[in-house]
């Protein structure tokens, strides 16, 4: 504390390349800084340069450390408590009091000068650190001359690479990022070329969140990249001014290796052109996944989901479902019964990884799936004595045998089949899933549809329904009759007009804009999935696994 005004400090160096550095006054936050910040800043690099010329370290290596050197890959909060702050505005996103500067000037020079001394070994690790980062630096230096253009014209000698538009107005040009050359062969002959530019990358480019600038800039592809930009790339040369596109669309395959491609993409523009992300400029396409043919009717469809519901809306056309006791239902009535029984099938599907669907769908009707059995013994055993009838009542008689029993916390069925005993356990976990819970929500009305079982029929077909999931794989039985269904797995098994239909032509395309609406999850978002540390990786894979339907390590 110095003058009345109270300074507080805390920073941690890391390997990443990145600096984050956090500003607050009484607890505001400045996003853009101010005098603290700047106070800070010129006693870190006065006292790194200190030390590394003290210790020899800077002679020996020849190198000038600069402030970016020092504060690369340092984590840093800076707080102060002044009685009477000016700001710069009434955001108070900069602080503008100029007598905090030199009060943090002085504490973080005295204190940091101190920590150094009294750490030699922590001193020399950091000091290293940072004189890498110049090492870096002048490499980043040499390597950008190399790849820097002279302007948009010499975009001409990257032949066979980009297809350029005519438009010269860059409000008005689209850039197509598409992986593979046989996508892009499509893309430029199904493309408008009035406005439509294509640049096709091949595999996959370089993890610029683990690599060196001057190792990035030595990239292939990323040099095609930026050059095609036209904003040139770095701290010093970025100018979003000369964006040469202000629709730059990330457009790839929808298997594995095009949605890591995108991501490699999206690391690139979020850590090196953050400001195309700001202004809104970075788009990802979304082609189609399937293309469903009915006689001469072609529709395109965009995602499983809504393959699903053209499905659904094709089965359930002269379509009637009849309940126990006579009642039918059909048309829209029938298409709402069949969107909860998607629903219910949708949240077993997660649980079938650990017991059969069939068993699940009875432990559904029979109220075997509740959370509330946990905290009662009497109703647990009912539940799993009225699942058992359930699951006799859909066998053989000579297969039927089922007992249910409730251990602490458990559902226990068993049956002897042929001497062999056969025993599924509903264990605690399941029954307190999300799913368990958003199941025994709808359970009334699944109750109401299909517990003592119904029939759907189609046209001259019937199917025996004991459940949800039995009336969804009629449905799509039935819808999926005349059509052929096919499944794009690459851009490049479209031809160019089916690639103009249902990805390009602005008037049918569907775009998604790529925002940033919480910087500090994006940062931990990208430095956990994207950085070096395999194990905060690994424990994210294995807490969303069972989340994603198909996935692929």
């Known amino acids: 504390e110095k003058d009345g005004i109270t300074v507080e400090v805390a920073l941690q160096w890391n390997d990443s390349y990145h600096e984050t550095t ?25 006292q790194i ?8 370290i800077a002679k020996k290596e020849k190198v000038n450390l600069s402030g970016d050197d020092a504060r690369e890959g340092l984590s840093c909060v800076i707080s102060v408590k002044v009685p009477d702050p000016k700001f710069s505005s009434q955001t108070k996103d900069k602080l503008v009091s100029s007598e905090v500067r030199p009060v943090v000037e002085n504490i973080v020079n005295d204190k940091l000068a101190q920590w150094l001394e009294e750490h030699p070994q922590d001193a020399r690790k950091i000091v290293g650190k940072v004189v890498e980062a110049a090492s870096a630096r002048e490499a980043a230096r040499k390597a950008r001359e190399l790849t820097r253009r002279k302007g948009a014209l010499d975009i001409s000698s990257l032949p066979g690479k980009l297809a350029d538009c005519q ?34 990358l091949r595999g996959k480019i370089l993890n610029v969140e683990r690599a060196r600038f001057d190792k990035m800039l030595s990239s292939q592809e990323i040099g095609t990249l930026i050059t095609a930009m036209g904003t040139g790339i770095g701290r010093d040369d970025f100018n979003i001014e000369k964006a040469r596109y202000h629709k730059i669309i990330i457009m790839t395959d929808a298997d594995v290796d ?3 491609i995108r991501t490699l993409l999206l690391t690139f523009f979020y850590r090196q052109m953050p400001e195309l992300i700001e202004r809104g400029y970075l788009y990802i396409a979304q082609p189609p996944l399937y293309r469903a043919k009915r006689g001469n009717s072609v529709q395109y469809l965009k995602g499983d989901r809504e393959m699903e519901q053209y499905l659904t809306a094709q089965g359930t056309e002269e379509a009637v479902l009849t309940l126990t006791g006579g009642v039918q239902v059909a048309g829209p009535d029938l298409v709402r019964v069949v969107e909860l029984a998607r629903k219910a099938k949708s949240l077993l599907e997660p649980l079938s990884l650990k017991l059969p669907i069939s068993v699940l769908e009875q432990a559904t009707l029979a109220g075997a799936l509740n959370p509330a059995l946990l905290d009662d013994d009497a109703k647990r055993l009912e539940a799993a004595e009225t699942l058992a009838t359930h699951l006799d009542s859909l066998e053989e008689d000579y297969d039927r045998g089922w007992h249910g029993e409730a251990p602490q916390d458990e559902i226990v069925l068993w049956r002897m089949l042929r001497g062999v005993e056969q025993r599924h356990v ?17 359970l009334g009305e699944l109750r109401e549809l299909f517990e003592k079982g119904a029939e759907f029929v189609a046209k001259d077909k019937s199917w025996k329904i004991n459940g949800p999931v039995d009336l969804v794989n009629a449905v799509m039985e039935f819808g999926r009759r005349g059509i052929s269904v096919q499944r794009y797995k690459g851009l490049g098994e479209m ?49 969303n696994a069972l989340k994603v339907a198909n996935l692929d390590v």
């Open 495 to 543: 031809n160019p007009d089916q690639l103009w239909e249902t990805t390009l032509d602005p008037n049918v395309r569907s775009l998604l804009q790529v925002k940033v609406n919480h910087a500090d999850e994006a940062e931990e978002v990208f430095s956990t999935l994207m950085g070096d540390v395999v194990e905060p990786r690994r424990d994210f894979i294995q807490s």
């Open 49 to 56: 340069n200190s030390y590394a010329q003290e210790s020899g």
């Open 258 to 260: 095009g949605a890591h």
């Open 167 to 200: 438009e010269r107005d860059a409000s008005k040009a689209e850039l197509f990022i598409v992986e593979g050359d046989s996508a892009g062969g499509s893309a430029k002959q199904g493309r408008e070329r009035g406005f439509q530019a294509i640049l096709p």
């Open 426 to 442: 509903i264990d605690g976990n399941i029954l307190r899933s999300v799913e368990a819970r958003a199941l025994a929500g709808i």
């Open 22 to 46: 956090l500003c607050f006054t009484n607890n505001i936050p400045q996003r853009d800084g101010g005098a603290h910040m700047a106070g800070f800043r010129a006693a870190l690099t006065r």
